[in-house]
Antibody, heavy 120, light 113 residues
Framework: QVQLQESGPGLVKPSQTLSLTCTVS??????????WSWIRQQPGKGLECIGY???????YYNPSLKSRVTMSVDTSKNHFSLNLRSVTAADTAVYYC????????????WGRGTLVTVSP | DIVMTQSPDSLAVSLGERATINCKSS????????????LAWYQQKPGQPPKLLIY???TRESGVPDRFSGSGSGADFALTISSLQAEDVAVYYC?????????FGQGTKLEIK
């Protein structure tokens, strides 16, 4: 069965770039049936959709983060990535990668999540 | 952005009893051309990612027990657990996917009384 796994540094300094990768196993990222998403959960808060990317590189970013976000996809490695620039303490959160069926915009499969702390 | 507001923030229900969580959107999430409500429900247990329970407001995801049901239309929705089990202790979120950015409710914490 398909599984998602986030990876990346758990600690990032303020003003630097947060970089995470989500590896897809048990299925192909370029099947065209899904969009690949990033969602975060700040401590004690709800869930925020950061954006999503298609296997061909087409992406949508939440306008609240758009100026600082870049997503990419590497079909040869079957993974997709998130870069969030100029981070502050407010970007401290658990970051989840998730799968969104093409044509539908709910999230039917999630990674376990990774905590990223922004601190000097 | 569409604001999703859940009520109550927390809820304690006895085992075997019914639990109902409400979700209100700041605008309708019903798409008139296909008569579908663009609303999903998720369950998040401690230390775990959210799990999709229901989409299109009332369609259960494969493998979800039938004690979970979704109802409502337009801007008012509910998630009902017909007979609460111990394993249902979790935080529940609604999410609208009517328009971007997709937004979630603040969550409702469900506990055993």
């Amino acid at each position: 069965q398909v599984q998602l796994q986030e990876s990346g540094p758990g600690l990032v300094k303020p003003s630097q770039t947060l970089s995470l990768t989500c590896t897809v196993s048990g299925g192909s990222i370029n099947s065209g049936d899904y969009y690949w998403s990033w969602i975060r959960q700040q401590p004690g808060k709800g869930l925020e959709c950061i954006g999503y990317i298609y296997y061909n590189g087409g992406a949508y970013y939440n306008p609240s983060l758009k100026s600082r976000v870049t997503m990419s996809v590497d079909t040869s490695k079957n993974h997709f990535s998130l870069n969030l620039r100029s981070v502050t303490a407010a970007d401290t959160a658990v970051y989840y990668c998730a799968r969104r069926p093409g044509g539908y915009c709910y999230f039917d499969l999630w990674g376990r999540g990774t905590l990223v702390t922004v601190s000097p | 952005d569409i604001v999703m507001t859940q009520s109550p923030d927390s809820l304690a229900v006895s085992l075997g009893e019914r639990a109902t969580i409400n979700c209100k959107s700041s605008q309708s999430v019903l798409y008139s051309s296909n008569n579908k409500n663009y609303l999903a429900w998720y369950q998040q247990k401690p230390g775990q990612p959210p799990k999709l329970l229901i989409y299109w407001a009332s369609t259960r995801e494969s493998g979800v027990p039938d004690r979970f049901s979704g109802s409502g239309s337009g801007a008012d929705f509910a998630l009902t657990i017909s007979s609460l089990q111990a394993e249902d202790v979790a935080v529940y979120y609604c999410q609208q996917y009517f328009e971007t950015p997709y937004t979630f409710g603040q969550g409702t914490k469900l506990e055993i009384k």
